[in-house]
């Protein structure tokens, strides 16, 4: 009401959107947050305030959504994918330390279905390899390490995102937080049209009216992109931070039902959290192994007399069948999604289109060599976790554990 009384005037002095930055700032325990239009566009900001470049690469998981490889392209960059560890499906640092060349920018650690990666080696990696560490913390807001360091305050940016299925959300948007100022207010005027009274704190454009109005008055001193949040957006935001350990236990509280009805199952397993961490379950993930031959596709054979030799679709349709929300599969890997791959092979954004507007990326993926997500990847199965009563998490709950049965 307050947005809708100002005539959507507010946005020039950043009164919802100062509030939002604010109350997560404080959620987080960081100096710094800046809103944005997307969980998308605030990796971009995130990179191009590192400074990342042509010539540079970022090393990111092949299992993630194909935005993660966009945002490299977009900061004109080059994505260097790294393989997955088996059991946490999260980027492995092992392959991370393989995939580094002098090249290398940063490192993109993205915290999938809501488990922190092993922030603590990747730190480690980065010291030593002075790199810089982006956490993307779409799916996983509150989970922590065996720290109990919240994902997004371990590297030297969190990126959030606030799209419809996220745990809070505005329909669309996004938001950053740092502890440096320099990358702060890079990020700042870089999703702020490059205003050159934005800083890392501050999201006025116009604190002065009648200096800015003034025709000697120059007022970009940096590129940028026109991200900004919209008022109405940030009210929207601001309320639901003030939900956000709500969401968090409801989605807690889902997943330990869901945990319950498989316990015993040996042909699913739950995306594994090490002692001490604790998974913000944006989805309830594991792997499908009930067939013997492939999870894609009607079974050859049944090798395996401990697996019932199902299609991972047969079990998808017995769970819907029994009431069950609906299932996600995974994200295709980036490197194998379509666009990127005329990306690569052609250079080209638009597959009709004869003019290569991406001729600088022909040819950037040579051998991705990630095994362990090509092997993984056909065996996911996510299940919904945003259901609000207990009576709807029983019936998850209950339809996962007759779907077993």
Known sequence: REVLNSDLKNRTLGSMVTRFEAAFAKR???????????????LHQALSAFGVGPGDEVILPALTVVMCGYAVVQAHAK??????????????????ERKITPRTKAIMAIHFYGQVCDMKR?????????????????????????????????????????????????????ILVTNNEKLGARMRKFGGT???????????????PLAFQDPKFLRHDAFGYNYSMAEPLAAIALAQVERIDWFFKKRRQMAKKY?????????????YAPKGFINSYWTFTFLFEGSSSTALGKPKAVLDKKKPGISWYDFRDKFLEFGGDKV?????????????INLNRHGKYFADENKKQGLYHRGYLKDPNCPVAEKIHPKLMQLTTNQLTDAEMDRQANALKRTIK
Not at 259 to 271: D, I, V
């Open 194 to 208: 490059g205003f050159k009274t934005l800083n890392a704190g501050d999201v006025q454009i116009m604190p002065n």
């Open 79 to 96: 994505p260097v994918y790294a393989d997955v560890d088996p059991q946490t499906f999260l980027i492995d640092p092992d392959d991370i």
């Open 122 to 174: 990747i730190m480690a990696i980065a010291k030593k390899h002075n790199l810089w560490v982006l956490e993307d913390c779409a799916q996983c807001y509150l989970g922590t390490d065996d720290r109990g360091r919240l994902g997004g305050i371990i590297g030297h940016i969190g990126s959030f995102s606030l799209e419809n299925s996220k745990m809070i959300t505005t329909g669309q948007g996004g």
């Open 328 to 340: 996600r599969s995974a994200f295709a890997l980036v490197y194998n999604e379509p666009s990127m």
């Open 259 to 271: 945990l319950q009805a498989m316990r015993g199952c040996s042909w699913l397993k739950p995306q």
């Open 28 to 42: 987080f325990g960081v100096k710094y947050a800046i809103a944005s239009n997307s969980g998308t566009s605030t």
